[in-house]
């Protein structure tokens, strides 16, 4: 007994010393170094923009504007883990047809992040949904085109749902929370949560961010190590975002299920999905366009989980060419 005792502890003595000499050692994380990769990231963007820390109620979201507000407005809010310049490669291309809002979500890239008290799922619903809102208010956009990510979809959505009067098309790419169940293997990884890994693992970290996105970074358009830096940096910065998402995401289930209300949208909605997407299966969206009154499904070849990076120009292509734009 003595010996599997043993046989057990050694291994996490020498792992948890072996963390905690990781923490000594200097981290590359920084605000001025996450400031910095999305510099390099935005560096592809050929159109003017111009950045502005937006007051949204006790917070400041993190906001590019792309155009000079004569297109119709397009918000653009990113996926978890991420930041409004994963949009990178969109930008110039979507900005023909509109003026363009690419949001960071509070609790992520460089917008505030407060720690989330919230315990329920529809408290963090409501974190992302009510600051989204305040933006809205003190931008004083009326209606517009809403594009959401990931769980930036689920938020998409969730707006949607709670402020219709102001979303003339919504937008939902490879949306979270379009089934009720979640694969244990995904609930798992965003329960430990990813970043608090990353965080962990110090001047390690950088090397871990790459898991799961290896068709994005393989096909990135930027300086070689750019990509996963911005993600690094996004990551390793102070936990918010992630805490408030725990809520939401179980190890097996969503908490609020978004495709149990989608039937109540009344706006039009282009879903799109990548057709090789093993996070978000593209049956979630075809289950979805089932249920809602007005809306096509564009499932793109040769894209995974995140087309508008891995087949930019058919995610464009998408948007722009959707029955639904608003001109």
Known sequence: MRKLAWGVALPTVILAGFVGLLQLLPSPASPEA?????ARMLSVVKSPLRHQMVQAGSYQLHTVIIGDGSKPPLVMLHGHGGGLAVFAQNFDA???GYTIYAVELLGWGRSDRPVFEGQTGAEAQAWWVESLEAWRQEMELDQFTLLGHSMGGFVAGSYALAYPEH???LILADPGGMSRDVHPKNGIYYNLPPQRIVR???PLGPALVSFGREMEVE???YAEGTLT???YQISAAPASGEIAFRKLLGVTEWALPLLAEVEALP??????????DELVSPENGVRAKELIRTSELIIIPDAAHSPYSETPQAFHDAILNSPFRIR
């Open 94 to 96: 979507l900005a023909e």
């Open 167 to 169: 979303v003339a098309h």
């Open 200 to 202: 962990l693992a110090g």
């Open 34 to 38: 996450l400031a910095d990769a999305e």
């Open 229 to 231: 830096d911005y993600y």
């Open 267 to 276: 706006m039009p909605v282009t879903l799109i999905w990548g057709e090789g």
């Open 219 to 221: 096909r990135s358009p």
